[in-house]
């Protein structure tokens, strides 16, 4: 029961989120790259005044695998560095995300490689 | 009922259902995805639980990139895309998409100056604001540590 209520929150606070970017899409025809940086930067503004947790505790995933969580961890790199000192400052997000960015350059490479493009459409 | 009314009605009903449905189908498949990504979570927590929190919050990371990518070479996160809108964009999944679909688009031109080149080229913008935000929000916690 416990873990039902926790997976509804994530697909509340999840669904939620990409709701509002799709709204954002209707009214402002935005495009997609617009979109993510709307939002990654939303998420680390609210990491930056110390929000995001609020959230996170609530949604968990719901608010951490969209791109909001992406800035979530940027801003809370570089809050983290910033108590070691203004050279950690400087590089603790991008180490924070470390991980993932070489994910996405490494599996994006590979599989870029491997797979073919279809035609736009199909 | 003339042509008047008739295209006022569909003025009036067209765009309202249309909008109804890209935001139910964002809801539904964002909020399956990220649904997938706690269920990720929870397993990788129980597989390593030598991991912190942020690690396993890294490593979620890297499993649904990994998934994005995949789905995206095989040509399945397009059409699931066409429906979901921005429950697919937003996602990390949706990034990892945003990486793979112009490189296999432009690895035609050449693995250097087609698929390495134009890997970023809808990426590219998320990657820049957020590093610069970061370095941003780092000085400023620094100066505040200051004082």
């Known amino acids: 029961m416990q873990y039902f209520l926790t997976y509804l929150k994530v697909f509340a606070v999840g669904g939620l989120v990409c709701t509002i970017g799709q709204l954002l899409i209707n009214k402002t025809k935005m495009t997609s790259a617009r979109v993510l940086v709307t939002f990654l930067l939303a998420g680390a503004a609210l990491e930056a005044v110390g929000l995001f947790r609020y959230i996170e505790d609530f949604g968990k995933a719901g608010i951490t695998i969209p791109i909001t969580g992406f800035g979530k961890s940027l801003a809370a790199g570089a809050i983290e560095g910033a108590k070691q000192g203004l050279y950690q400052a400087c590089t603790g997000g991008l180490a924070a995300v470390a991980a993932g960015l070489s994910a996405a350059i490494a599996f994006g490479f590979v599989i870029a490689l491997v797979s073919k493009s279809k035609p736009k459409g199909a | ?147």
């Open chain 2, 1 to 147: 009922m003339d042509k008047k009314e008739y295209s006022e009605l569909v003025e009036q009903t067209t765009p309202r259902t249309k909008e109804g449905k890209t935001l139910l189908f964002a809801f539904a498949i964002g909020g399956l995805i990220c649904t997938i990504g706690q269920g990720v979570s929870d397993a990788l927590a129980a597989l390593i639980p030598s991991f912190d929190a942020k690690k396993i919050g890294a490593l979620t990371g890297v499993v649904m990139i990994f998934l994005g990518s995949l789905l995206t070479g095989l040509g399945v996160y397009d059409k699931i895309g066409y429906y979901a809108g921005a429950g697919s964009v937003l996602p990390i999944t949706g990034f990892a998409n945003s990486v793979v679909s112009p490189a296999m688009e432009y690895n035609k031109e050449g693995i250097v100056f087609g698929l390495m080149a134009k890997m970023f080229s809808i990426a590219g913008p998320v990657i820049v604001s957020g590093v610069c935000a970061s370095v941003l929000i780092g000085v400023i916690y620094y100066i505040i540590g200051l004082f």
